[in-house]
């Protein structure tokens, strides 16, 4: 239900969008757009994914290996399920099957993919505020952007450095949320500080790995301003250094179908200054199919993983229960 009613309400945005900007006029968008521009820079999701499934192996611990090949598997099957499954379940579905493999145990599954959702989100604001920071425009907006995303990078900054302050928030999350929310709060806080244990036992594979993420959430970006070239749109590589991240973010909101109508509203708005808001439009599109390529790449995977799993109602159930316990740190070491 919950799925449907995020689609319905990207479709209503998507329909307002296309309404305020006249739909017609995108089509000749990309009737004018550079193919091999496009060719090239929707080509990214390859080597983005490749990147992504060798982190993967970087961040298990010394005592386990994950083969390659095994780890693209996952992130094509994560793909696929949070185009499906609500609030990126798909990433935390992985757990279930790095668990269900023999990989890890379930609680550190659990953790390590936490951790790294934790390195994606930070290292997009740090370009974020790397971008902000050097964009020539320095109006109120401005300010009140840079202001949300400082706050935003030094809270997660402090929510992965510092136990005493992840214990602090988690602690007054279970205090004060609502009836289901409360066990949600608990089980992600004892996964929280078990990454804790473990990521921060090792700080120069700890550097490697954020190194490794700043790099791939570069590319991301750069993707992006592909994007635009593709489009013969001209927008400054550090404008779009700054505005490409506040729209992924807007896409992060829990209110739409995979981000679809927030991050396209979003990149009309935020790249107004440099290209018409029906080439914004179509620059949606394309962010968009960065999401739905991967998946489609991951769709052979997803029958036999399913049925191997028990059914998709199985899967989601073990998901649950592997997050039931969770060992302390000094159990895995």
């Given at each position: 239900m ?12 998507l ?8 739909f017609?006029k ?17 080509g ?15 961040l ?27 609030s ?7 757990s279930?099957?790095?668990a ?8 550190l599954?659990?953790?390590?993919v936490?951790?790294e ?17 050097l964009?020539p ?12 995303v ?5 809270g997660?900054a ?44 090792d ?6 790995i ?61 790249y107004a ?18 999401y739905?390529?991967p998946?489609?790449l991951?769709?052979p ?20 229960a592997s997050?039931a ?9």
């Amino acid at each position: 239900m919950k799925r449907l009613i995020s689609l319905v309400v990207s479709l209503g945005i998507l329909a307002v969008l296309y309404w305020r900007i006249d739909f017609a006029k995108v089509i000749p968008v990309f009737a004018q757009a550079s193919l091999p521009w496009l060719v090239a820079s929707l080509g990214m999701v390859i080597p983005l994914t490749l990147l992504t499934s060798g982190r993967l192996c970087q961040l298990m611990p010394r005592t386990h290996r994950l083969p390659f090949l095994e780890a693209n598997r996952l992130i094509l099957l994560a793909s696929v399920l949070n185009l499906v499954l609500p609030s990126k379940m798909g990433d935390m579905a992985k757990s279930v099957f790095m668990a269900d493999r023999g990989h890890l145990r379930g609680s550190l599954a659990l953790a390590l993919v936490v951790f790294e959702k934790a390195c994606d989100m930070l290292s997009l604001l740090v370009w974020c505020v790397f971008g902000l920071l050097l964009y020539p425009s320095k109006d109120a907006l401005f300010w009140a952007m840079t202001a949300a995303v400082v706050g935003g990078f030094l809270g997660l900054a402090l929510l992965l450095g510092s136990t005493h302050f992840a214990r602090l928030c988690f602690g007054l999350g279970e205090r004060f949320a609502p009836g289901k929310m409360k066990s949600k709060i608990a089980t992600l806080h004892a996964s929280w500080i078990e990454m804790h244990g473990y990521f921060w036992q090792d700080k120069a594979q700890l550097a490697r790995i954020a190194a490794n993420s700043l790099f791939i959430w570069f590319l991301h970006l750069v993707q992006i301003w592909m994007f635009t070239i593709a489009l013969n749109q001209h927008v400054p590589f550090l404008a779009n250094l700054a505005l490409s991240p506040l729209a992924i973010l807007a896409g992060l909101l829990p209110l739409t179908f995979a981000g679809v109508g927030t991050r396209d509203a979003a990149l009309v708005f935020f790249y107004a200054p440099y290209m018409a808001p029906a080439a914004g439009a179509a620059l949606g599109v394309l962010c968009t199919l960065r999401y739905v390529l991967p998946a489609l790449l991951g769709l052979p995977f997803l029958g036999p993983a399913i049925a191997e799993m028990g059914g998709l109602e199985k899967l989601m159930t073990r998901k649950a229960a592997s997050q039931a316990v969770a060992p302390s740190p000094r159990e895995l070491l």
